[in-house]
Nanobody, 126 residues
Framework: QVQLVESGGGLVPPGGSLRLSCKVSGRPFNTATLAWFRQAPGKEREFVAANRRSGENVYYSDSVKGRFTMSRDRDENAVYLQMNSLKPEDTAVYYC???????????????????WGRGMQVTVSS
């Protein structure tokens, strides 16, 4: 059974930083495609970042490129999202997602990911 357990959400002022974590179990970690998505109130779920497998490139949405960094730790079976220079428009519920290795063109499609964490609230506000 695949489990994704997230932690690290919270309230942060504009310009601040936050680090999200997601522990992955039940899926071969090194070959799994791992991703972060987010969903703001009244909006559809949005792609944030994805990594096809350990050692390959990370892909980011234009809205977070240069501010967010995704990484994965094989020893901890965990994936992280370091978020810097946060803006109010980054406010959303953030989800960790996993899938068997996806092709590049599928990385940003939420329907391609069968495994999801419960989500955690990130609020950027003064």
């Amino acid at each position: 059974q695949v489990q994704l357990v997230e932690s690290g959400g919270g309230l942060v002022p504009p310009g601040g930083s936050l680090r999200l974590s997601c522990k992955v179990s039940g899926r071969p970690f090194n070959t799994a495609t791992l991703a972060w998505f987010r969903q703001a109130p009244g909006k559809e779920r949005e792609f944030v970042a994805a990594n096809r497998r350990s050692g390959e490139n990370v892909y980011y949405s234009d809205s977070v490129k240069g501010r967010f960094t995704m990484s994965r730790d094989r020893d901890e079976n965990a994936v992280y999202l370091q978020m810097n220079s946060l803006k109010p428009e980054d406010t959303a519920v953030y989800y960790c997602a996993a899938a068997p290795r996806l092709i590049l063109s599928a990385l940003g499609l939420s329907r391609q990911y069968p495994d999801w964490g419960r989500g955690m609230q990130v609020t950027v506000s003064s």
